[in-house]
T-cell receptor, first 111, second 112 residues
């Protein structure tokens, strides 16, 4: 059974700082991995999708890496802004379409 | 692309009642997923459809839960004889095969 762990559970940083969020998973036989952002009371917004054959993906100030063999992914956020405050979720997807989510990291960026 | 739409946004009901939620996916997406999320937790997979076929169901989906996707378009999730433990946010997502999943804003279910 796939298990996904996200560390830390919460993180508070001053504006402008670079930061790294971690995601680890127990079964390396994954199809792809997706990072999401969730604002309070809202659904999930997809940030980045990394296929199992890829090592990283970038979008603006975000960079996600994937090391399938060690069961790890990181989400790097450069020059953080107060608007980045949200919960960040990692989802590991098997080829049968089922997604397993971590419990997220709640990020607070202080002005 | 109007996004994934879920209705209602919030449902309050008494224990023992039946409830039904609706999800309208992005029109060209052939995959549709249902998840349940409780406070402080990540979403838990419930079931998914490829077109009208329900391809996988989680063990979380007891026999009180049923989902349909007639004609491969919108989907409904019904919960019969609701219990306190059913209180959660129910999220729907859709995608094109292996492309990123797009989520709706969810239906929050509160059981009195």
């Amino acid at each position: 059974k796939q298990e996904v762990t996200q560390i830390p559970a919460a993180l508070s940083v001053p504006e402008g700082e670079n930061l790294v969020l971690n995601c680890s998973f127990t079964d390396s036989a994954i199809y792809n991995l997706q990072w999401f952002r969730q604002d309070p009371g809202k659904g999930l917004t997809s940030l980045l999708l990394i296929q199992s054959s890829q090592r990283e993906q970038t979008s603006g100030r975000l960079n996600a890496s994937l090391d399938k063999s060690s069961g790890r992914s990181t989400l790097y956020i450069a020059a953080s802004q107060p608007g980045d405050s949200a919960t960040y979720l990692c989802a590991v997807n098997g080829n049968a379409g089922k997604s397993t989510f971590g419990d997220g990291t709640t990020l607070t960026v202080k002005p | 692309d109007t996004g994934v739409s879920q209705n209602p946004r919030h449902k309050i009901t008494k224990r023992g009642q039946n409830v039904t939620f609706r999800c309208d996916p992005i029109s060209e997406h052939n995959r549709l997923y249902w998840y349940r999320q409780t406070l402080g937790q990540g979403p838990e997979f419930l079931t998914y459809f490829q077109n009208e076929a329900q391809l996988e169901k989680s063990r979380l989906l007891s026999d009180r839960f049923s989902a349909e996707r007639p004609k491969g378009s919108f989907s409904t999730l019904e919960i019969q004889r609701t219990e306190q433990g059913d209180s959660a946010m129910y999220l729907c997502a859709s995608s094109l095969m292996d492309q990123p999943q797009h989520f709706g804003d969810g239906t929050r279910l509160s059981i009195l």
